[in-house]
């Protein structure tokens, strides 16, 4: 057991650091991290920016082959992730370059890899993902929105939901099936489309706090060219779980946690109820002291993440462990935050707002991470029948 | 970085896991909670002779060597398995002698401890019960060439088998509780000590220490006079993750027991593990598990290393002592009826979370310790 960098490990990691703070002092006032990129126009713009400013330091294709632009390995990955994680840096595309990318690089043919990896690795095309369907949510293989192929084109139609920043993204991937004959799990394909194809609409949905991260998806007569697609044709499912494979180690999203905490305590440091800093309540002190535990587990476990990230040894129980606990950690952490506020905890961005309103938009958004990417209680499904081998009786 | 364990890790894990699987079976586990001395001579000769005692001590006093991630590795196996006895009450007690103690104090107990001969304990809880200086009231006065101690010590491990306790006592009352605090090694047949084994959850043999007039000599002294806390603190660090490896051993029984359980046991024409009911509580022991384990790795790697971790040991300590109740409570739950039986080995896990929870510091203690260090005034 060895957690130790390297000197040039540690190098980097100042590096990173530097520039993610750096890049910390342009952030718009609407800018709360995470999924507030699409807020508004200045906070896209600032990802946009962010993206820019990375790309020219080779950093959206850390751990990618030379022959594609690559440069660096998993552990710069991981510490990039960290330091962008801690201030709150977006402008790393969660579904190009985090998810997309390594996905490409596994399953597609070179084609395919020479053709979409460069734009990513130079924060040109933002990507969104086209997975969920209205009957189609925790049993995604079970989805009916048809590509049906026409000469050297897909023709597309049905409906896509849930889809994440489909409003912003220049192009999408998504599962659509191809062989209604063929048997659920071997009977659609992996394709990847321009979002400005004609016959695609796309409307924003509104979440329960009257932002708009997601929206649905329809497809009318949509022609897509056949090559653009990623691993065998009807066998898209199998590319579906590679991707979940290479969603986020978890680090930067705890980081953030993190500088929150620090911000928090600060906070209960200097402001006082009953005529004494809230930091002096035994109460305030247990709970938050418990949440830094299970913070530090995390962290703990992100690390243990990475190493099999790096090792190629990554396995679905331990993603799917590693899904859980982040998010749900992020879960306790906004009940907390808030009830420590008392009523300032309800209050939206404004002046009344402590922290600048972040824990009241957290009260609703930490369920983007509990039930996106498969819910939290899909992921103890995985780790009971794949991971604890225990029976599965349909 | 890199997260496995070294090869001598993998050697010292397997030994230990054959070792403990041939020479201490749950008969005798339950044979040694029943006795009066609460371990086996025989299986605590063998284990020196394997060096488990001196593991982490110098060569040059007879000990192997290795590093404190060692121990952890040991101690997981050993937490995996239950051994009953004065293993981890000794190797805590040489901390302090290690760190501060004089070299006639090494020369005469390390070699001795490393070879079997002695069993150590450590004397810190009285009659509060609390873990902070605050609790320590037991007075050393001198007098002469010696020291008088005079009070009584509770929920000391295996005290009374121990060959030497160190008590901590107070020397001075000053303003702050910290202050004033010497540790004394203590000769268990010195004249004026008795003892009592106090029966408890996991019959661990915690005992009451009474000291009536019991005369130790000033170069019994550990460390420093008046400034033994922080030797206390760095007892409590180390003992803490010391004790968090065993409990995560424990922990991977606990849910390796109920899974292997649940695929075998019929309910309804099937398996009682195809229920979702239990599938997601067995997912969340598991998961609960893994973010044991690396939270302990963590602090043990910073231990070993000399970084500064008494954050990150509090958080493990605070964290496990919960993972390892929660798990082995639902390992009862889970299992049912057959599991709150005697007979069962889920209750002897289940006992020794209480006893783990407390030792060198239950969750409130830690998580205080937790708040200071993330800033909280």
């Known amino acids: ?32 991290g995470g999924e507030t990129i699409y807020e508004d126009d200045e906070c896209w713009e600032y990802n946009l920016y962010c993206a820019k400013e990375f790309a020219k330091k080779g950093w959206l294709a850390l751990g990618w082959p030379p022959e594609y632009g690559g440069k660096g390995d998993m552990m710069d990955r991981v510490l990039f992730a960290e330091a962008r994680g801690y201030y709150s840096i977006p402008g790393v595309d969660i579904f190009g370059v985090q998810m997309l990318a390594p996905t490409l690089l596994q399953a597609a043919s070179d084609e395919i ?29 079970s989805l009916s929105t048809t590509a049906v192929k026409k000469g050297d084109e897909y023709i597309i139609n049905g409906q896509k939901t849930w889809n994440t ?8 991937f998504g599962v659509f099936k191809t062989d209604p004959a063929a048997k659920k799990h071997h009977n659609m394909t992996f394709i990847l489309l321009d979002m400005k194809t004609p016959g695609i609409t796309v409307r924003p949905i509104p979440y329960m706090d009257g932002h708009a991260p997601y929206c ?28 979940a494979g290479f969603e986020r180690s978890g ?20 402001t006082k109820r009953h005529g004494q800093p809230l930091a002096k309540d035994p109460l305030i002190r247990n709970r938050l002291a418990e949440l830094a535990c299970e913070l530090e587990a995390a962290r703990a476990l992100a690390y243990r993440v990475a190493d099999l990230q790096n090792r190629n040894e990554m396995s679905l129980m331990d993603a799917a462990a590693g899904k859980i606990f982040f998010s749900e950690v992020g879960e306790r952490f906004a009940f907390l935050a808030t009830d420590i506020l008392g009523p300032y905890g309800q209050v939206k961005t404004s002046r009344w707002a402590p922290l600048n309103g972040l824990w009241e938009r957290l009260f609703h958004e930490h369920f983007i991470t509990t039930v996106s990417m498969g819910t939290n209680e899909i992921q103890r499904n995985i780790i009971a029948w794949y991971g604890l081998g225990l029976p599965r009786i349909r | ?212 007039d019991v005369s130790v000599p000033k170069k019994n002294m550990l460390g420093k006079i008046d400034e033994g806390w922080p030797i206390v603190e760095m007892m409590l660090r180390k003992g803490a993750i010391a004790k968090c490896a065993e409990s995560l051993g424990a922990i991977e029984t606990c849910v390796e027991m109920t899974v292997a359980y649940s695929k075998e046991r019929v309910q309804y024409e099937r398996p009682i593990g195809a229920f979702q009911a239990l599938q997601h509580k067995m997912a969340d022991m598991w998961t609960a598990m893994e973010t044991s384990r690396y939270l302990i790795y963590e602090a043990a790697w910073m231990e070993s290393e000399g970084l500064p971790c008494a954050k990150e040991a509090s958080m493990a300590k605070a964290y496990v002592n919960e993972v390892y109740k929660d798990t082995a409570k639902w390992a009862v739950r889970l299992h049912g009826a057959i599991a709150t039986s005697a007979d069962h080995d889920i209750p002897l896990y289940y006992r020794r979370s209480k006893a783990a929870d407390i030792a060198f510091g239950n969750t409130d203690f830690h998580r205080e310790i937790v708040a200071q260090k993330i800033g909280l005034v």
């Open chain 1, 1 to 32: 057991m060895d957690l130790a960098l390297t000197d040039e490990q540690k190098v980097r990691k100042q590096e990173f650091y530097d520039t993610c703070k750096e890049l910390e002092k342009r952030k718009p006032p609407s800018f709360l």
């Open chain 1, 113 to 141: 890899k020479r053709e979409f990896l460069p734009p990513i690795a130079r924060g040109e095309i933002m990507w969104c993902e086209l997975w969920s369907e209205p009957n189609a949510g925790s049993d995604l293989a």
């Open chain 1, 216 to 243: 649905e998806v329809y497809f009318d007569d949509v022609h897509v060219p056949a090559k653009n697609i990623v691993g065998q044709e009807h066998e898209g499912w199998a590319v579906v779980n590679l991707l």
């Open chain 2, 1 to 212: 970085m890199d997260l496995r364990f070294t090869e001598t890790q993998e050697i010292l894990k397997k030994m230990a896991r054959d070792f403990l699987t041939t020479e201490c079976p749950k008969t005798l586990v339950r044979k040694l909670e029943q006795s009066e001395e609460g371990y086996s001579p025989d299986v605590w000769k063998k284990m020196a002779e394997l060096g488990w005692m001196g593991l982490i001590m110098p060569e040059e006093y007879g000990g192997m060597g290795y590093t404190f991630q060692d121990l952890v590795v040991l101690l997981e196996e050993i937490g995996r398995n239950i051994l009953p006895g004065p293993l981890i009450a000794t190797i805590t007690s040489t901390f302090p002698i290690l760190e501060v103690g004089t070299d006639e104090q090494k020369k005469a107990l390390l070699p001795k401890i490393a070879q079997g001969e002695l069993i150590l304990t450590t004397a810190l809880l009285e009659g509060d019960g609390v873990f902070d200086a605050s609790g320590i009231a037991i007075k050393a006065i001198p007098k002469g060439n010696d020291f008088i101690i005079n009070g009584t010590k509770l929920f000391v491990e295996m005290a009374h088998v121990a060959n030497h306790i160190i008590c901590v006592t107070r020397t001075k009352d000053g303003t702050a509780p910290e202050k004033g605090i010497t540790l004394f090694i203590v000769d268990s047949k010195t004249s004026g000590l008795s003892c009592e084994v106090i029966p408890t959850t996991a019959a661990d043999k915690l005992c009451e220490v009474r000291f009536k």
């Open chain 1, 165 to 172: 920043g489909a409003h912003k993204g220049d192009w999408g």
């Open chain 1, 251 to 270: 680090i930067n999203e705890i980081m953030s946690y993190i500088r929150a905490l620090e911000e928090l305590v600060e906070f209960c440091n200097k």
